[in-house]
Antibody
């Protein structure tokens, strides 16, 4: 069974750094794209970016380029989303998902359970 | 305003049929890029409903169907059930943005 398990909820202060994770099991991690999606409180889903763990090819939405860093560790089948300096506006639920399909856009299936990030002074 | 426009809300009585539209442009849906649909219940992970315009993953009831024409796509739900009450999102690719994106989402209320 394909599973994506995300790290737990985080409460941080503005200016702090953070790295959340998405550990996968049930398939070859290096052969599938993984993506990250943001949902701010009361808002819709936003496509943030994706990574191909096999060669670390990474693509970002223009809205998130330079704001976050997506990475992956093949040795432990885990993808990461990180911030160097959090802002209050980064408060959101973050989901990871495996991407399938050979054409654009690839679809997310399955998804992780989500990681709630709260940034407050 | 989202590049992919969805109605903020739709509603229907149990047993009825509802449709949710996803309107794009010539740089996304109109360019022929696939459209996918997701169901999202609060507090849970989103669930893939339709991929590649009109394909259902295993386990998704055939009450859910997708279609696409021109610069728009639609999700149809027949035989509405209380458990269908959720948020629904379309996803496609935009060549101007050089990236994938979601529609703004539609809240379905089962009356």
């Amino acid at each position: 069974e394909v599973q994506l398990v995300q790290s737990g909820a985080e409460v941080k202060k503005p200016g702090e750094s953070l790295k959340i994770s998405c550990r996968v099991s049930g398939y070859n991690f290096t052969n599938w794209w993984i993506g990250w999606v943001r949902q701010m409180p009361g808002k819709g889903l936003e496509w943030m970016g994706i990574i191909y763990p096999g060669d670390s090819d990474t693509r970002y939405s223009p809205s998130f380029q330079g704001q976050v860093t997506i990475s992956a560790d093949k040795s432990i089948s885990t993808a990461y989303l990180q911030w160097s300096s959090l802002k209050a506006s980064d408060t959101a639920m973050y989901y990871c998902g495996r991407l399938s399909g050979n054409y654009l856009p690839r679809w997310f299936d399955p998804w992780g359970q989500g990681t709630l990030v709260t940034v407050s002074s | 305003q989202s590049v992919l426009t969805q109605p903020p809300s739709v509603s229907g009585a149990p047993g009825q049929r509802v449709t949710i539209s996803c309107t794009g442009s010539s740089s996304n849906i109109g360019a022929g890029y696939d459209v996918h649909w997701y169901q999202h219940l609060p507090g849970t992970a989103p669930k893939l409903l339709i991929y590649g315009d009109n394909n259902r993953p295993s386990g998704v009831p055939d009450r859910f169907s997708g279609s696409k024409s021109g610069t728009s796509a639609s999700l149809a739900i027949t035989g509405l059930q209380a458990e269908d009450e959720a948020d629904y999102y379309c996803q496609s690719y935009d060549s101007s943005l050089s990236g994938s994106l979601f529609g703004g989402g539609t809240k379905l209320t089962v009356l």
